[in-house]
């Protein structure tokens, strides 16, 4: 069988096919329209990535425009192009990090990879060669590859887990707001710095803010300690940000609400808005220092369509957009809306829905906690026939609205929502 798109198989696409999958064919703004021309708010934000709104024709110009006079110009065997010179810039220069290193790609996953690969590599170059392992927390998402699965080691995926066994350490889930769950976490991962062997531990890998169990926000000195003792005992600290960053929380990047750097910063989505497959891995000077450009100490890990010329073109512009429009703040104001909305949505089923969890345009609601794991789906259904796609992990259902929403949009997707809980929840 030939998968062309993820998890299905091309001949859904028939007309007679049943469920019928929705073919989209436009989009604009917060809106998709399928190919009947059915409308739809765009609840998740094509998965997180779509930060400016659909259908920008400044993007298509930057990606004309670079792709008119260069489009890849590959940045490899001694050559370079000047706009990835430039984004590398601004994000050094967004993180922090001036006089670290960018590493592109074009997933995120790639991304946190070469994560991966730098901080195996930064204590190799360091002679500290027994340090191999990564800890990762429980209920992280990190991507697809091997490796990235393995990270996450999750339901149906834990077998991954069990391939690259003695390259991952899990580590409790992160914890929620309160601080004495923090300091259960800190004790957690003190005592499994100990048991591994702090001398074995390369790095330690999370999402400032993760998802999958629905969104935990942890105290807003939760990274900062954890940082402080991944650092006491040489471990590097890699904070994801592929899906919290670029404004999604309510801050540029999520690890802003507590005060903290990833000594490594994973980034893609809202880094070109979904225009164009980009991703970069964002390391620290302290970590560039371990590598020389040419030798020994060079981080050998190359890619095609690294750096590439275009997609560096539609990031600039992209975060061009977000600062212009003031779109972090715009994060902040109209989530507030949502997470509003969705209180006096879940208040109306006690015990059936909790209330929901998020910050920014970043928010989930749990469904039915203890029972039937259909809800959330039956949910969805009802959503997409009012007109708003959105998804769900088990019982989680994500809102994940596009980062030019206005006010009147959040009211009309929260009339959406609140119709479908009706309908399937009396
Ligand atoms: N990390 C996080 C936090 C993500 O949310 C995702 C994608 N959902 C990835 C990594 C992997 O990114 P990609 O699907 O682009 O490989």
Not at 184 to 197: D, K, P, Y
Not at 358 to 368: A, E, I, R, S, Y
Request: aromatic share 8%; net charge negative; hydrophobic share 45%.
């Amino acid at each position: 069988m030939s998968y062309v798109h993820p998890m299905w198989h091309h001949s859904v696409l028939a007309p007679e096919h049943a469920p019928a999958p929705v073919v989209l064919e436009r989009a604009e703004g917060v809106y998709l329209w399928d190919r009947e021309g059915n409308r739809y708010i765009d609840g998740l934000a094509s998965f997180g990535a779509c930060i400016v709104g659909h259908g920008r024709p400044e993007l298509a110009q930057a990606a004309y425009d670079q792709m008119s006079s260069g489009a890849h110009l590959a940045p490899v065997f001694g050559c370079t192009n000047d706009v990835s010179r430039r984004l590398a810039e601004r994000l050094l220069a967004l993180t922090g990090h001036s006089g670290g290193s960018v590493r592109f790609a074009t997933s995120g996953s790639e991304a946190v990879e070469a994560a991966f690969r730098i901080a195996l590599n930064y204590h190799l170059n360091r002679g500290d060669t027994e340090r191999r392992i990564i800890l990762a927390t429980e209920g992280s998402y990190h991507g697809t590859t091997v490796a990235t699965l393995a990270a996450a080691g999750r339901g149906e995926n834990r077998h991954f887990m069990r391939d690259l066994d003695d390259m991952f350490v899990r580590l409790p889930a992160t914890p929620q707001q309160e601080e004495a769950a923090s300091a259960e976490f800190l004790e957690a991962l003190r005592s499994t710095i100990e048991r591994v062997g702090p001398h074995r531990i390369a790095a330690f890998v999370a999402e400032p803010i993760p998802v999958s169990f629905g969104i935990r926000i942890p105290h807003h000195d939760h990274w900062r300690k954890v940082k402080e003792l991944l650092h006491e005992h040489g471990i590097l600290y890699i904070a994801d940000e592929v899906l919290n960053g670029f404004g999604r929380t309510g801050e540029l990047f999520a690890e802003q609400h507590f005060g903290v750097t990833g000594d490594l910063i994973t980034m893609s989505k809202g880094l070109s808005s979904g225009y164009f497959p980009i991703s970069a891995c964002v390391a620290s000077a302290a970590v560039t220092a371990a590598f020389d450009e040419y030798g020994e100490r060079a981080l050998r890990h190359m890619g095609t369509y690294s750096a590439h010329a275009a997609g560096c073109a539609v990031a600039m512009r992209t975060i061009d957009i977000i600062e212009d429009e003031a779109l972090v703040e715009n994060a902040r104001i109209q989530g507030a809306r949502v997470g509003a909305g969705l209180t006096a949505l879940a208040a109306e089923f006690p015990g059936r829905v909790h209330p929901p969890t998020g910050l920014g345009l970043f928010w989930t609601v749990v469904l039915n906690p203890d029972g039937d794991r259909q809800l959330a789906r039956e949910v969805l259904a009802e959503c997409r026939a009012r007109g708003m796609i959105t998804q769900a992990n088990g019982n989680v259902l994500y809102f994940y609205l596009p980062l030019v929403v206005t006010a009147e949009e959040v009211d009309e997707s929260l009339v959406i929502l609140s119709e479908s809980f009706r309908a399937v929840l009396k």
